[in-house]
């Protein structure tokens, strides 16, 4: 069956520490690849995206993400966090033909100081 | 910088009373969709919209709902008679292009819908 998981619910990290947050997927062929970040109460921003290319992808805030597609895992990774950063993260995928996003479950990042 | 603008932020109903949510998507931007995340779950598709028309919907997207781009800016999500069970954050995002044609979905931030 398709998916996207999120095995970690919270992780929790102290300010200046590196991060790598997990996603896998399992469709069929590789899927278009996304994370996302919410904060509280609001929306969903784009941190990146991977298409094709490069596997080592940047996005915004100081986060980058690496396509593995021999482990079908898109992890965000950041090397030094920021309070700023406790949000909750999701990971996505759209389906080659497919015309939506199927989120991950989240990861809630807590960063203590 | 452009922004997808959903009203109202915060709406509470009585069950079974109709809820009209709307979103103002990027001016420029062809493809609209509606999500919504239940409290601590995962954000779900809904619908999709383009050209006028439902490109696709989720199993969730009954007859109780309805979609309408009434005018030329906004894009509206209507329940019909609203459920507990609908209680949720309904996020609206447009597209230039589809995801199918690795289009980026820019989202709102969101109106809660509480059903008591």
């Known amino acids: 069956a398709q998916s996207v998981t999120q095995p970690d619910i919270h992780i929790t990290v102290s300010e200046g520490a590196s991060l790598e947050l997990r996603c896998n997927y399992s469709y069929g062929a590789t899927p278009y690849l996304f994370w996302y970040v919410q904060s509280p109460g609001q929306g969903l921003q784009l941190l990146l995206k991977y298409f094709s290319g490069d596997t080592l992808v940047q996005g915004i805030k100081g986060f980058e993400a690496e396509f593995k597609r021999s482990q079908s895992s898109f992890n965000l990774r950041k090397p030094s966090v920021h309070w700023s950063d406790a949000a909750e993260y999701f990971c996505?995928?759209?389906?080659?033909?497919?015309?939506?996003?199927?989120f991950g479950a989240g990861t809630i990042l807590r960063v203590k100081s | 910088e452009p922004e997808v603008t959903q009203t109202p932020s915060h709406q509470v109903t009585q069950m079974g009373q109709e809820v009209i949510l709307r979103c103002v998507p990027i001016s420029n931007h062809l493809y609209f969709y509606w999500y919504r995340q239940i409290l601590g779950q995962k954000v779900e598709f809904l619908v999709s919209f383009y050209n006028n028309e439902i490109s696709e919907k989720s199993e969730i997207f009954d007859d109780q709902f309805s979609v309408e781009r009434p005018d030329g800016s906004n894009f509206t999500l209507k329940i019909r008679s609203t459920k507990l069970e609908d209680s949720a954050m309904y996020f609206c995002a447009s597209s230039e292009v589809s995801t199918m044609n690795t289009g980026e979905l820019f989202f709102g931030e969101g109106s809660r819908l509480t059903v008591l």
């Open positions: 996505a995928v759209a389906p080659r033909g497919g015309n939506k996003l199927v």
